[in-house]
């Protein structure tokens, strides 16, 4: 059967959650649609939960890979298994409001949209022990913008890549495969993919996203639930562990990066361009990841701990000491930047003040 939307739900250890994401799917008001769960070999009850509870049910469809290959990979392959005329990512900790699929179809087919993307989002509010609600109601979530452009209207992006460009570099639109509905026949044209990348995956899906489609178009409001727990894919508990991991995505985006803009004259034909966009992601990477994880250590908790050390010797031989000397040097003068987990443990109120900052 030929869907409108196919939703992907990439799934690794949220038992506890699992059950409210599906569920908010299942509610939409936009029928034709199908839900492909990708278990990842996940070592929690999760997958046989979604066996007991959807395996009846013809539009889902519940995909097990052999090995754990992680998010972005668990993305493609709901891609690859999926029949809509549409792909909308929804990670399985998260929800979406009953309008979420009608509204993006609908302006999809409007203005035969590449990609449709949604500038606001929601967040629950946890609760007074800094638990997230399980079942949410109006009074529990609050809406954010997740872009820095913040818009009132329905926009179109302008064809001309500098001005693209000028947005990315200003982060106007915020770099997850979440949030938004993409044409099929577009990823499988611009071969688009998370390109096997385990950590900050969705910054290079995105980017080609929005440097290679015909038409972008940007929607104002909010529908997705975005649930920030401390047990989220994209945020290993251990402090040194997500350092690594994030400098080694950083390794990654540089070599991938220069994969993806061989084919677009744009940035293959502008090094300055080229180092434009990539800088943007590194930022990111490092506003969200780097600094964080840093602050949490210190610099003697990260001296200390062997695969941050590693990290440097195994990535810049002999050069090693001197690029870990300036990464603590810089790391010293960083300001602090707010951990919104972390404030998930102050009262409500306080909490939805910083978000709605």
């Known amino acids: 059967m030929n869907y409108d939307v196919s939703v992907v739900i990439p799934l690794y250890n949220t038992e506890k959650y699992i059950r409210q ?92 949209a590449d990609v449709v993307h949604n500038t606001r989002t929601y967040s629950p509010i946890p609760d007074d022990d800094g638990a997230y609600p399980l079942e949410m109601i109006g009074s529990q979530i609050v809406s954010y913008t997740s872009d820095m452009k913040e818009l009132t209207e329905l926009a179109v992006l302008n064809d001309d890549l500098s001005s693209r460009l000028d947005d990315w570099e200003n982060h106007s639109y915020h770099f997850c495969a979440w949030n938004s509905l993409y044409k099929k026949a577009f990823l499988s044209e611009k071969n688009i993919t998370f390109n096997g990348m385990r950590y900050s995956e969705d910054t290079v899906f995105y980017f080609q996203c929005m440097f290679k489609a015909r038409r972008f178009v940007v929607r104002p409001g909010a529908s997705y639930v975005y649930r920030l727990t401390a047990d989220s894919l994209s945020r290993p508990q251990n402090p040194a562990e997500r350092l690594v991991k994030a400098m080694n995505a950083q390794l990654d985006i540089i070599r ?49 701990e062997e695969i941050v050390h590693s990290f440097f010797t195994e990535n810049f031989g002999e050069n090693a ?17 707010i951990d919104y987990v972390e404030l998930s443990k102050n009262p409500p109120e306080e909490w939805r003040k910083n978000i709605e900052k």
């Open 321 to 337: 000491p001197y690029v870990e000397f300036l990464f603590y040097e810089l790391h010293k003068i960083y300001p602090p930047i």
């Open 21 to 112: 994401c599906v569920d908010s799917v299942l509610a939409q008001t936009l029928t034709n649609f199908e839900i492909i769960i990708v278990d990842d070999c996940s070592t929690d009850n999760g997958p046989a939960l979604c066996s007991e509870l959807y395996g009846k049910n013809e539009r889902v469809k519940i995909v097990h890979h052999d090995k754990n290959s992680g998010l972005g990979a668990s993305r493609d392959t709901g891609t690859k298994y999926a029949s809509g005329k549409y792909i909308c990512y929804v990670d399985s900790d998260d929800e979406i409001l009953p309008d979420h699929l009608s509204n993006m179809f609908a302006t999809a087919e409007e203005y035969d």
């Open 256 to 304: 991938i990066m220069k994969r993806v803009t061989s084919d677009m004259p744009f940035f293959r034909d502008s090094e300055n361009n080229t180092r434009r966009a990539v800088d943007t992601i590194l930022l990111s990477m490092e506003n969200g990841f780097i600094k964080l994880s840093f602050q949490k250590l210190g610099e003697e908790g990260a001296r200390k």
